[in-house]
């Protein structure tokens, strides 16, 4: 099946400036990569998503860029707030056609004010 | 509102007892998953269902059970048979837009 790798497992930055997440993916055929924000004790929450037909997509102080050809996609996070500090989980869509996500191992950011 | 809600929060199990955990959602979404997250890894897919009455192994099924006899429930039962079920327990839906929605998350402790 899918495997998708994510790097680094923690990142410390300090408040205002960018943080990027980078992910890579195994499966040629997947064509969706979400990105979830997972604070302590609860459930992840999309934040953004990108489709394989769009390089970048970007919304506010968060962007997703996709490079498929390198079968690799990252989260970029620009003006850091203390509050942007959760875990981070990138995903990808499996081959089947279904919504069957494989994840990453996450990344602890943690923005120090 | 919409949403998704698992129950309960906490959940404590004793050697050799199976113990259900709750996932309902009013979302109107068909498709349903149980996830397990151990500190430092990832999700890993336990279970999913893409209609009622109809579920599929995930990666990790071993050890667990899962019904859908309603679209708006999906319930998780871990047996004795899993050797090592202290973990925190995601459940997600989804519809049409491909997004999942999680639910806030159910932390099983074996005592």
């Known amino acids: 099946g899918e495997n998708v790798e994510q790097h680094p497992s923690t990142l410390s930055v300090q408040e205002g400036d960018s943080a990027v997440i980078k992910c890579t993916y195994s499966?040629?055929?997947?064509?969706?990569f979400p990105w979830y924000k997972q604070e302590l004790g609860k459930g992840p929450q999309l934040i953004i998503d990108i489709r394989s037909n769009v390089g970048e997509k970007k919304d506010q102080r968060i962007a997703v860029t996709l490079n498929k050809t390198a079968k690799h996609f990252s989260l970029h996070i620009t003006e850091t707030q203390p509050e942007d500090s959760a875990v981070y989980f990138c995903?990808?869509?499996?081959?089947?056609?279904?919504?069957?996500?494989?994840f990453g191992s996450g990344t602890k950011l943690n923005v120090k004010p | 509102d919409g949403g998704i809600t698992q129950s309960p929060k906490y959940l404590f199990r004793k050697e050799g007892q199976n113990v259900t955990l709750s996932c309902e959602q009013n979302?109107?979404?068909?498709?349903m998953y149980w996830y397990r997250q151990d500190p430092g890894q990832g999700l890993r897919l336990i279970y999913y269902s893409q209609i009622v009455n109809d579920f599929q192994k995930g990666d990790i099924a071993e050890g667990y059970s899962v019904s859908r006899e309603k679209k708006e429930s999906f319930p998780l039962t871990v047996t004795s048979a899993q050797k090592n079920p202290t973990a925190f327990y995601l459940c997600a839906s989804s519809g049409a837009n491909y997004g999942y929605t999680f639910g806030s998350g159910t932390r099983l402790t074996v005592v």
């Open positions: 995903a990808a869509s499996g081959k089947d056609n279904f919504n069957k996500f494989y």
């Open positions: 499966d040629s055929a997947s064509n969706y």
């Open positions: 979302l109107n979404h068909d498709a």
